[in-house]
């Protein structure tokens, strides 16, 4: 029968991108800032859009999820340490197409990292 979620994996050329970024000021102040490199890809894109959202606590496989979906062993970054590695949001630098949508996976930084 095989595994059904693996079909039409396949290795996906590109790299991750930062889409937001928090930034914050000595006074404890946050800005969230919207990337431009991010922006300029979201901008170019002319198909339906689906965004696959990789969100939940740090440290339980977010990244390497999100890798998965692009069929790479590398790409967002993987923390081996207690900390997460994710800081911010981020997508990769070619969405990918699959049935007519281009495919947006945002690898998200974990809500509940005490270094937070």
């Not at 991750?16 to 431009?36: F, W």
């Not at 790409?75 to 049935?99: A, Q």
Request: aromatic share 8%; charged share 30%; net charge negative.
């Amino acid at each position: 029968m095989g595994n059904k979620f693996g079909e039409g994996i396949q290795f996906r050329e590109g790299k991750p991108i930062r889409l937001l970024k928090y930034v914050e000021d000595s006074d404890k102040h946050g800005e969230i800032i919207l990337c431009e490199e991010a922006l300029d890809i979201i901008r170019k894109i002319d198909e339906p859009v689906s965004i696959i959202a990789v969100v939940g606590s740090y440290r339980k496989g977010k990244s390497w999820f999100a890798n998965v979906l692009h069929g790479r062993c590398d790409g967002f970054e993987l923390g081996s340490k207690t900390e997460g590695c994710t800081r911010g949001i981020y997508m990769w630098d070619e969405p990918f197409v699959h049935k007519g949508t281009r495919i947006i996976v945002l690898d998200c930084e974990g809500i509940d990292d005490p270094k937070q």
